[in-house]
């Protein structure tokens, strides 16, 4: 009588442990799937971004970026900073042949993490780049060379806004930013 008590009580709670397990694995399901609608929403901004980026490089004009980011004091600071860089980057484009003719680009998103607190979204993302300079096709227009660079990495914050995501910051070192940082020079004096 005693070891049936006992293997009656292990075995209830054996199924209620299993269907524990079960309901969480279901509401972790359900749970995916509105961030799955969620990933994909930021997915696109970030991709919007990068094709703006790359047309602005395009055209050597720089393409407006304010629809992208949510207009906090901070999305205005970086977005100056993104500004000039880009502006330094066309400057130095049209003085040396240097805007691009065809482009690629790659993203790896590696993680989205979202904050439901804050209302904001950390991207981790890796950038790659195939791209034709117009230098390249003056030299060889039958066979340009592909300048390609890869593994770029990215944290881009995001907040949800009632417009929805919207870019806050896009922390990265390239070889500008890097050269920028390390001598303190304005935009005026490298361009």
Known sequence: M????????????????????????ASAGR???????????IREVVQ???????????VNQIKDFRGLTDGSAQAESFLKSETDKLEIEIHNAKLHYLG????????????IWIDRDNQTATVSVTE???????????????EPIVSKMRNLE???L?????NGWKIVTDDYEDYLWRMLRATNLSKDELS
């Open 2 to 25: 005693k070891i049936t008590r006992l293997s009656l009580a292990i075995v209830i709670i054996l199924v209620l442990a299993i269907l524990g397990i079960v309901t969480v694995n």
């Open 154 to 156: 990215h944290t881009i």
């Open 158 to 162: 995001l907040k949800n806004t009632q």
């Open 31 to 41: 749970e995916k799937k509105v961030d799955l609608a969620e990933e994909n929403a």
């Open 100 to 111: 691009y003719t065809q482009y690629r680009f790659t993203l790896n998103f590696n993680d």
């Open 48 to 58: 919007n971004y990068f094709n703006q980026r790359y047309s602005s490089r395009a």
């Open 128 to 142: 790659g780049h195939d791209v034709v300079f117009e230098i390249s096709e003056m030299v060889s227009k039958n």
